[in-house]
């Protein structure tokens, strides 16, 4: 969908959502990227947000609240956002955790496709880089759920700023380092890392959940 | 009517959820699927729609409060002909008709003498008033109604709705306390009365040797408190033994079909923990996939789940086998009720010293063991002597051989 804002996003995804509850529309994967944007999970602790908001609305950073799980998280150029709307209870997979951990896997799957060896860690919902030291977060997890069918989805930082994550504590995660995939892969990155990146994403996806 | 709406099950590992935000309030009138509430669990924030058209009449649970799978969050007045959610309409109660003036009345039931009586007296059974238990019809009562006379003059028994035989029933007594039973305990009630009606238990004992257990267990006690915020017990390593031996004896891990035997892929295993409600049965899934320090864990967490309550329904459903291990005093042994729709249940006897007698160096002589009896009920429906023999005994030699990596 190319760079869309989040609010319009938002719109545009809770209308594929209605479509999908009333058996009207797919089971779908947006993939698009955000202006820079804090949005605020169900979980978030304000104090996270280490920024006042006039100071962000100044430098163009909208500040968003969003019927997800999860704690708060910037978007901007340079992430990969997935939105998944999925029907889980007509695929008899109703169960809130699976999932969690389906889409982690599908991202480990897609970055490592990508040359970038990644891992999940138990307890802390998300795709960190496997390499030693400090965890490195990769992708950020967190999903709405009406009924049974999902909203939101995941966010993968293909080659954004890590720096633009400083107005905020990361999914409340202290102690968390941020990365990208251009990060990890250093001089080695190659030039169409973003349409690979997608590419790799929509394969694992599409592997995963349009299989028979 | 009023429906209230519960936390739904949003998952296997998914125990209980926090209410983030209303979306409606007392008073609101909704329509079926809409959003009412947000609750979040973990990384997911879930709307809960509204199972029937309504308007809101109390909301049970306040935003920030976090409250265990299945407990209402919302009652809703439902409009007359909404439709409701698909529980299973309870089953009309029999239909009793203990008056003796009902229209076309069944014939009652009448003892075999009776009955020829009064088919050789041609008197039409149902115009006769038992007065034998529970309202049979007995051989005087033909005999009163074919001479002519009217109703008897003994006091009749209780009405076939009171259905209790006489030799079951008790007077109170001064000074007796009575207490009612909980939901739990009748559901208890009832499971173990089903169980024995259905199913013909048969008991075997084994006695093993725990010398090999205990040393695997004094050896990782220390290293596992330090890991672990509890102690290493001996069920884990009883029910690692019990689900290694079901993979060698798939039909202890069985169910009764109508006319056939099922046996399951899947070891799941129930352990008996008495809370102060009551007796519960959480269900360690997947036993066999567990490391002895993973069965631990998954078995701690059970238990003390069990004990404050935060259990989901899911987790006391869907068990292959049962272990149950209902405390170390003076339990030598005793045979459990087996826990319908399985076919075998193991209970551990307590562990005490006693003088066995060994071959040592070719010398037999009495030493000093830690001696454990394991009991076990199985159902001779589906399971005869010797494979439920030979499952207990494949039990013991593992406990003996001791050969657990922690």
């Known amino acids: 969908m190319g760079r869309i804002g989040w609010r319009e996003a938002l719109e545009e995804q809770m209308k594929r959502v209605e479509a999908r509850r009333a058996g009207a529309g797919p089971d779908t994967l947006l993939l698009l990227e955000h202006p820079p944007v804090i949005t605020l999970g169900r979980r978030s602790d304000p104090a996270h947000l280490l920024e006042s908001r006039a100071s962000l609305a100044a430098r163009g950073i909208e500040v968003c609240e969003a019927a997800r799980g999860g704690s708060l998280t910037y978007h901007g150029p340079g992430q990969l956002v997935g939105y998944l709307v999925i029907d889980l209870a007509a695929r008899g997979a109703a169960d809130v955790h699976r999932f969690l951990r389906g889409i982690e896997s599908d991202l480990v799957a897609a970055t490592q496709e990508l040359g970038v060896a990644a891992q999940v860690q138990p307890g802390r919902t998300g795709v960190f880089a496997a390499a030693a030291g400090r965890p490195r977060k990769l992708a950020s997890i967190g999903v709405g759920l009406r009924g049974w069918v999902s909203f939101h989805g995941f966010a993968l930082n293909v080659c954004l700023d890590p720096a633009d994550f400083a107005p905020i504590v990361p999914c409340g995660l202290e102690g968390v380092e941020i990365s990208s995939l251009a990060r990890e892969l250093g001089g080695s990155a190659p030039a169409d890392l973003w349409e690979r990146a997608r590419a790799a994403v929509a394969a694992a996806f599409a592997a995963h959940w349009d299989a028979p | ?406």
């Open chain 2, 1 to 406: 009517m009023p429906v209230a709406v519960e936390l739904p099950s949003l998952g296997e590992s998914v125990v209980e959820g926090t209410v983030s935000r209303w979306l409606v309030k007392e008073g609101d009138r909704v329509a079926v699927d809409q959003p009412l509430v947000e609750v979040t669990t973990d990384k997911v924030d879930a709307e809960i729609p509204a199972p029937v058209a309504g308007v809101v009449q109390k909301i049970l649970v306040a935003e920030g409060q976090t409250v265990p799978v299945g407990a209402p969050l919302v009652m809703i007045e439902a409009d007359a002909g909404s439709k409701l959610p698909s529980k299973p309409a309870p089953a009309p109660a029999p239909s009793v008709q203990p008056g003796a003036n009902a229209p076309a009345r069944e014939a009652p039931p009448a003892t075999p003498l009776a009955r020829r009586l009064a088919e050789e007296a041609k008197v039409d059974l149902r115009s006769v008033t038992g007065t034998g238990a529970a309202g049979r019809v007995t051989k005087q009562d033909v005999a009163q109604h074919a001479s002519g006379r009217s109703q008897p003059a003994a006091e009749p028994a209780p009405p076939p709705a009171a259905g209790r035989a006489a030799y079951l029933s008790y007077s109170l007594q001064p000074g007796d306390r009575v207490v009612p039973m909980t939901p739990l305990r009748r559901l208890v009630a009832e499971h173990m009365v089903l169980s024995k009606r259905v199913s013909p238990h048969v008991g075997t004992v084994a006695e093993v040797d725990m010398s090999g257990v205990t040393r695997v267990r004094d050896a990782h006690k220390r290293a596992f408190e330090q890991d672990h915020d509890f102690g290493l017990s001996f069920l884990p390593f009883v029910v690692h033994a019990t689900v290694r031996a079901l993979r060698e004896f798939p039909r202890l891990n069985a169910s009764v079909l109508e006319d056939a035997i099922v046996e399951k892929k899947d070891i799941h295993i129930g352990i008996a923990v008495e809370t102060e409600k009551g007796l519960v049965v959480p269900v360690a899934r997947h036993a066999d996939r567990l490391s002895l320090a993973g069965l631990a864990q998954a078995l701690e967490d059970l238990a003390n789940r069990a004990r404050s309550k935060k259990l989901s329904a899911d987790e006391l459903k869907g068990g292959s086998f049962t272990i149950s291990n209902p405390g170390r005093f003076g339990n030598l042994y005793g045979f459990a009720i087996i826990n319908q729709p399985q076919v075998g249940i193991l209970r551990m006897g307590e562990i005490v010293k006693r003088p066995v007698v060994r071959t040592l160096d070719g010398e037999d002589a009495i030493v000093i063991r830690p001696i454990m009896h394991l009991a076990l009920s199985y159902d001779h429906r589906a399971v005869d002597g010797a494979p439920a023999n030979g499952f207990l005994h494949r039990i013991r030699e593992l406990l003996e051989e001791a050969e657990f990596d922690l």
